[in-house]
């Protein structure tokens, strides 16, 4: 069933059902009984026996239809499933969608969410996968976020077995680790090449039956096998990529081949620019020049292409993809989606029956609290770009590749340090360098005073992103060889920071300048608070990825600018594929 007519029965839908309120942007029910008179005549939607966690489409609406008097979608008997309460005003008027221009975030860039709909069969749509204690358990709001977003090949649902190999577990196809800065302001998507040659880490993946197999690593591999090969889960595909990037991933997602084709038919279809006719035998993609509108096979076919554009590599169609990506994120915070009940409906059931998630993200409500965290974005501020690499020089016939650590390693670094990518949200934040400049020269000032005897220090140490066993290691160091006697550790830190920093009151300085001047820290590792400490509190350390061992020089300063041959895009910029 075509994804624009899900929802409708009896040629009723239910988007018709709900208005814009213009003063509060929230959709409500419309104020006549037209909704009431017609509800009848609307049946209940069906869930498919044979797969209970994936309803098959059917003839019945795939939205159940919202009635006067009834508890809010989401909520039976007056109690949400969430925890929250039953709505006021009599139940005659019930909050049905809450939508601002972030909410659909990462439904735009990764194809795999909804916007603020709490219905409650949504859930029941998600596929849920056991991963253990995979990543950091799951993303918080007070810090960045890394969410990596999967594509897998899998020759999953209906009419995709035509295109090969169908009965392929599926591999890692298309990965992007999507980095969201810790303000929010900004994020970069970092597309990993499916042929990268790299080592697959030790696995321990969850069984049908409860328990625990430790799949064996691999290395000198290609990166795609982290995925499905063995019995692996997409958890192993996390570990993976934190080997390749040092990166540590919150959470996952993951989209098939119906991703692409739901979505992209639901919002109406997703604009393209060629700047060549194409015709590929291989994908079916058969176009003109100029530019078209595709859904369904058709953009299917053009994010699957190969032989289309540059030089027909697994580089040139992760461009395709980012365009693709970046014109569907457009497509969709455009004023025609935005206000259409009708599309969120459509959308919501594309995106939830195409998503695959970790525990952490297994329910619409933890969705929409992801996407949440989004709603600052501004499309400017949203940069894709692709791992760097270079043709592998152990094959003669060039198949595979490797990491150009030399472009690499700037660019990760820069994202581990939260550093936006994206030249306008550098501009924006241009006009505070002359402040920023002042305050260093105050901060330099700080280092020049009295410094503490080593026993009179009182410090607390924490690792927030240095080496495993960072702090221990430098408790041990700090009393043993520089006899601070009154340190602690206080292992992991609540929050990762993007450098090592020393926090204390004015009535520390003496001691973090002794502290300082152990540690080889500078002057912009020194965050001295405003009120005094009261006399046995201790200064506050953090070690950062910055940090090597304790007495070695602090590691290079992040870069703020990457190297020029490094590929990058803006998420606002229509580019024509070549």
């Given at each position: ?211 625990t197999k430790e799949i064996r690593g691999t290395k000198g591999t290609r990166f795609n096998t982290s995925l499905g090969q063995e019995g692996r889960d997409a958890g192993c595909t996390m570990r993976t990529v934190k080997e390749v990037t040092g990166i540590e991933v ?159 390693d700037p660019l990760l670094q820069m994202i581990r340090g939260d550093v936006s990518l994206t030249e306008v949200e550098k501009k924006e934040k241009a006009s505070k360098q002359a402040a920023d400049a002042e305050a260093k020269a105050k901060q330099d000032a700080l ?52 450098a090592t920093q020393l926090e204390y009151a004015p009535n520390q300085a003496d001691q973090a300048r002794a502290l300082a001047d152990m540690l080889g820290l500078p002057a912009s590792a020194l965050r001295m608070g405003t009120a005094d400490a009261a006399a046995k ?42």
């Open positions: 069933m075509d994804a624009q007519s899900r929802g409708r029965a009896d040629e009723i839908d239910p988007a018709d059902q709900w208005v814009l309120n213009s003063r509060t942007g929230h959709y409500e029910l419309r104020p006549d009984d037209s909704a009431a008179q017609r509800r009848s005549r609307v049946t209940a939607p069906r869930r498919s026996r044979t797969t209970p966690s994936r309803p098959e489409p059917t003839t019945s609406p795939s939205v159940p239809q919202p009635r006067r008097g009834d508890a809010p979608p989401g909520r039976r008997g007056g109690r949400s499933r969430n925890g929250g309460g039953g709505g006021g005003g009599g139940g005659r008027r019930k909050k049905a969608l809450m939508i601002t221009s972030g909410t659909l975030a990462l439904l735009l860039i990764g194809g795999v969410t909804a916007g603020y709909l709490y219905y409650e069969h949504l859930n029941g749509n998600i596929n849920v996968t056991d991963i253990g204690r995979t990543g950091t358990g799951g993303f918080k709001k007070d810090q960045a976020i890394n969410i990596l977003v999967i594509g897998t090949d899998k020759r999953s649902g209906a009419g995709n077995e035509g295109y090969g190999d169908k009965d392929s577990v599926g591999h890692a196809d298309t990965t992007i680790l999507f980095h969201i800065a810790k303000d929010r302001s900004n994020a970069t998507a970092l597309s990993i090449p499916r042929d990268l040659i790299t080592d697959i880490p030790n696995c321990p993946t969850k069984q049908p039956d409860g328990s919150d959470n996952f997602m993951m989209v098939d081949f119906n991703a692409v084709k739901t979505l992209s038919t639901a919002v109406g279809g997703v604009p393209v620019c060629l700047e060549k006719a194409v015709d590929d035998k291989d994908s079916k993609l058969k176009l003109d020049k100029g530019e078209h509108r595709l859904q369904g096979e058709d953009a299917l076919a053009f994010v699957r292409t190969r032989h289309a554009f540059g030089n027909e590599s697994d580089l040139d169609r992760i461009k395709t993809q980012q365009q693709f990506l970046g014109s569907m994120m457009r497509e969709m915070k455009s004023k025609e989606t935005l206000t259409s009940p009708k599309k969120f409906f459509s959308l919501a059931e594309a995106a939830t029956k195409s998503l695959t998630v970790d525990q952490g993200l297994g329910s619409i409500k933890k969705l929409t609290d992801l996407a949440g965290e989004l709603k600052d974005i501004d499309l400017k501020n949203i940069t894709f770009t692709t791992l760097p690499v270079l043709d592998n020089p152990a094959e003669k016939v060039k198949a595979t590749v490797v990491v150009n650590q030399a472009l690499a280092l020049q005073g009295n410094r503490s005897t080593a026993g009179d220090i009182r410090v607390d140490v924490y690792n927030g992103g240095g080496p495993k066993g960072a702090a221990s290691t430098t408790l041990a160091w700090l009393q043993n060889t520089k006899g601070v006697l009154k340190a602690s550790n206080k292992s992991n830190a609540p929050a990762k920071v993007g509190t201790p200064m506050r350390l953090t070690l950062g990825p910055d940090f090597d061992k304790p007495g070695a020089p602090l590691g290079a300063a992040v870069p703020q600018q990457l190297p020029e041959d490094v590929q990058q895009a803006q998420a606002d910029k229509a580019v024509c594929a070549k």
